[in-house]
T-cell receptor, first 114, second 115 residues
């Protein structure tokens, strides 16, 4: 079974631009979560999608948004980028029966905002 | 407000000795705890977990201990091996009746095993 795939692996943007990150979950997984990792802050929860619906959201500004498609693939968008948005963005999926929060993570997208 | 805290950003341990990684939490409603391991340029991978109704769970060289009264959990690795060098994150689950439980992660501890 293929793992969680995130594209692109690296991105460089400038302040004020917007960016879209993509995540393909493990086949059969319907839940996709997004996390932001920065030094000293650990992994901060952004949001979770299940069956194309956002069912949980973290404490991030509205510039951070996401969506999920019918094939469970998910995208995350950040508008009006700020320097502080530079981080590793991780996507994780889990199956319907994986109720023990065993998330499977992708390798992440490293975003640098200049 | 950091509800899950890993107060040691880094830890160095001699190969073959015991590594002990600590994690404290503030939310008494957390009902499930997990440890994840992360190598550079890779996503975190699940290591071991424990339910709040237990105080110990073992899996090979890895043991997690939970002290609910102190709101503290620890991960013991015995014996430590060079391949254990990584960043370790503890995570805690907030329960929900709707299947949308959220994980709250700590800030991570970088473990270095010295050969």
């Amino acid at each position: 079974k293929a793992g969680v795939t995130q594209t692109p692996r690296y991105l460089i943007k400038t302040r004020g631009q917007q960016v879209t990150l993509s995540c393909s979950p493990i086949s059969g997984h319907r839940s996709v979560s997004w996390y932001q990792q920065t030094p000293g802050q650990g992994l901060q929860f952004l949001f979770e999608y299940f069956s194309e619906t956002q069912r949980n959201k973290g404490n991030f500004p509205g510039r951070f948004s996401g969506r999920q498609f019918s094939n469970s693939r998910s995208e995350m968008n950040v508008s009006t980028l700020e320097l502080g948005d530079s981080a590793l963005y991780l996507c994780a999926s889990r199956g319907v029966v994986e109720t023990n929060e065993k998330l499977f993570f992708g390798s992440g997208t490293q975003l640098s905002v200049l | 407000d950091q509800q899950v805290k890993q107060n040691s950003p880094s830890l160095s341990v001699q190969e073959g000795r015991i590594s002990i990684l600590n994690c404290d939490y503030t939310n008494s409603m957390f009902d499930y705890f997990l440890w994840y391991k992360k190598y550079p340029a890779e996503g975190p991978t699940f290591l071991i977990s424990i339910s709040s109704i237990k105080d110990k769970n073992e899996d090979g060289r890895f043991t997690v201990f939970l002290n609910k009264s102190a709101k503290h959990l620890s991960l013991h690795i015995v014996p430590s091996q060079p391949g254990d060098s990584a960043v370790y994150f503890c995570a805690a689950r907030s329960p929900s009746n709707f299947g949308n439980e959220k994980l709250t992660f700590g800030t991570g501890t970088r473990l270095t095993i010295i050969p």
